[in-house]
């Protein structure tokens, strides 16, 4: 049985593991300068680790009079370090993040850019360094859920704010200013969630499933192929589509130096010939889907479709650059170039969609 020793041992370890966490949210620590949104994310933790702190030093003289009930609140205990754990994932890397170690100057101009549309007038960001070799956005929705459950749990009223993005960068990349043009995807997928734009796209996707993929739907199932697999179709073409959105918005944000950061992050010009070509065999990888995300090539060609539609094409064109050459080949690849991570019958159905 569960004695009170035991949750005044509970309470006292989760005190000291919050307090720890605490720590790297005191904005005088070094005396470093953050982003308006790293500032206000780092106040928000510290404000619930306190509160949180004050919560559990009461809890052990706040348990009830019967002891069958301890293991109950010892649970509680439980829920709110596993809570804790996922702050812990934030904290440090948003902490280390500070203005010496980050581009700021092209962080703010982009913010200024985006707070110029109606609905993002109060907008920041909380930028956290990551060991990845690659940018992230972390998903709003579940750190709000987190901080909403701690705030439940202790009796707080704090909550995340709608208006912050977290936006995940390489901690190597703290001066490059071409490839840190890539944070306007992460602010891409910031936008998509914040207007709930897979809400509206669904019924868009659905309506486009119809045509294209009954007649060879219906020979599938007759050949009974794995029907979860068939299912997951809308679903995987609602993660294309979003990043696939996320990169045109950052063209329409930043123009072609997005297309050359993407380019160079994943070395996509390895796939040129020396004669300027396209090494088509070569470049399966980037031609292929996967569940999450297109083919590297296929998002080049929708970005240089976009060049040309808002005109950059006609500044960029004459470019000997390998990466305007690479635009140009991706641009011309036909449909029929990309493979999808579905079965055989299917492909013709995913060529004729794109």
């Known amino acids: ?15 000291r593991f919050v307090e720890s966490i605490q720590r ?8 470093p300068a953050y982003l308006a949104g790293s500032k206000d994310f780092l106040s928000l933790i510290e404000r619930l680790a306190e509160s949180t702190k004050e919560y559990v030093s009461a809890f052990p003289a706040n348990l009830p009079s019967n002891p069958d009930d301890y293991q109950v ?3 509680e205990l439980l829920t709110l370090r596993y809570a804790w754990f996922d702050m812990h994932r934030l904290v440090k890397p948003i902490a280390d993040a500070d203005t010496l170690h980050l581009p700021g100057s ?5 913010m200024r850019r985006l707070r110029s549309v109606p609905s993002f007038q109060d907008s920041k960001l909380a930028i956290l360094h990551i060991s990845e070799l690659n940018y992230l956005q972390v998903i709003a929705s579940g750190v709000r859920d987190t901080i909403t459950k701690i705030a439940d749990f202790v009796g707080s009223s704090l909550s995340f704010p709608p208006d912050l993005g977290l936006i995940g960068i390489p901690y190597s990349q703290a001066d490059s200013v ?25 019924p868009k996707i659905e309506a486009s499933l119809d045509p ?46 997005y297309s050359y950061a993407f380019i160079e992050l994943f070395d996509l010009s390895n796939y040129m010939n020396r004669d300027g070509t396209l090494r088509i065999k070569a470049g399966a990888p980037p031609l292929q889907f996967s569940h999450s995300y ?14 040309r539609t808002l005109g950059w094409w006609t500044h960029i064109q004459n470019s000997q650059a390998t990466s305007q050459k690479l635009l140009e080949h991706a641009e011309a690849l036909p449909a029929s170039s990309f493979c999808f991570p579905f079965h055989v019958g299917l492909q013709k159905c995913f060529i004729d969609l794109t």
Not at 1 to 15: E, F, G, K, Q, R
């Open 1 to 15: 049985m569960v004695a009170v020793a035991d949750i005044t041992h509970d309470a006292a370890s989760l005190n």
């Open 24 to 31: 790297f949210c005191d904005l005088r620590r070094g005396f």
């Open 73 to 75: 609140y010892r649970q």
């Open 106 to 110: 092209l962080i703010n101009a982009m």
């Open 178 to 202: 071409l490839l840190n043009s890539l944070i306007a995807h992460e602010m891409g997928h910031f936008v998509f969630e914040k207007q709930q734009l897979k809400d509206d796209l669904a």
């Open 212 to 257: 294209a993929f009954k007649p060879a739907m219906d020979l599938l199932q007759k050949q009974q192929i794995d029907a979860n697999s068939l299912k997951r179709i809308p679903s995987v073409l609602a993660s294309w589509t979003e990043e696939l959105f996320c990169d045109l918005f950052a063209i329409r944000f930043i123009g072609p130096c």
């Open 294 to 307: 297109p083919g590297h090539l296929y998002r080049l060609q929708k970005q240089a479709e976009m060049l």
